[in-house]
C-alpha cells in the first residue's frame, strides 16, 4: 500500500522549532520531488518547500526563506523540514506530497507559478500534522 505519513507536529511557543517528517510506504523517494504545504483555518493550501532530489535542489516560501530547512534521508524514505523560529502565522496542518515532476520541470513550474503550483503534479499525499504556535 502506498502511504506518505506526516508527523513532529505539535503545540510550540513562539520562537520555537520542530521538527516534522514525512515517511513513505510502498514507494521509494528517488522517483520523485517531495514538497511540504500548509493550510490554515479559512485560507487556502500554500506551498512551503520542495526538495528536486536527496541532494537538492531546494526550494521555500519567502514567508519561511531561513527558518525551515529541507532535507533527505533516502535510506530512511523520509523527508524532513526543519522549523526554527516559528511564528503564530506558521499556524497550519502541514503535509508532505510525492511530486512526479523531473528536476528540469519542477524548476520551471516554481519559477512560473511558485510552490503552490505543485498541488496538481502530486502524486501521493499525506494526512497531515497539526503545527500550532503560541504567541
Known amino acids: 500500500e502506498v502511504q506518505l505519513v506526516e508527523s513532529g507536529g505539535g503545540l510550540v511557543q513562539a520562537g520555537g522549532s520542530l521538527r516534522l517528517s514525512c515517511a513513505a510506504s510502498?514507494?521509494?523517494?528517488?522517483?520523485?520531488?517531495v514538497g511540504w504545504f500548509r493550510q490554515a483555518p479559512g485560507k487556502e493550501r500554500e506551498g512551503v518547500s520542495c526538495?528536486?532530489?536527496?541532494?537538492?535542489?531546494?526550494y521555500y516560501a519567502d514567508s519561511v526563506k531561513g527558518r525551515f530547512t529541507i532535507s533527505s534521508d533516502n535510506a530512511a524514505n523520509t523527508v524532513y523540514l526543519q522549523m526554527n523560529s516559528l511564528k503564530p502565522e506558521d499556524t497550519a496542518v502541514y503535509s508532505c506530497?510525492?511530486?512526479?515532476?523531473?528536476?528540469?520541470?519542477?524548476?520551471?513550474?516554481?519559477?512560473?507559478?511558485?510552490?503552490?503550483?505543485?498541488?496538481?503534479?502530486?502524486?501521493?499525499w499525506g494526512q497531515g500534522t497539526q503545527v500550532t504556535v503560541s504567541s
Open positions: 506530497a510525492a511530486i512526479s515532476l523531473d528536476l528540469p520541470s519542477l524548476n520551471r513550474l516554481i519559477l512560473d507559478y511558485g510552490l503552490g503550483g505543485l498541488t496538481h503534479y502530486s502524486a501521493y
Open positions: 510502498g514507494f521509494t523517494f528517488d522517483d520523485y520531488a
Open positions: 526538495i528536486g532530489s536527496s541532494v537538492g535542489p531546494a
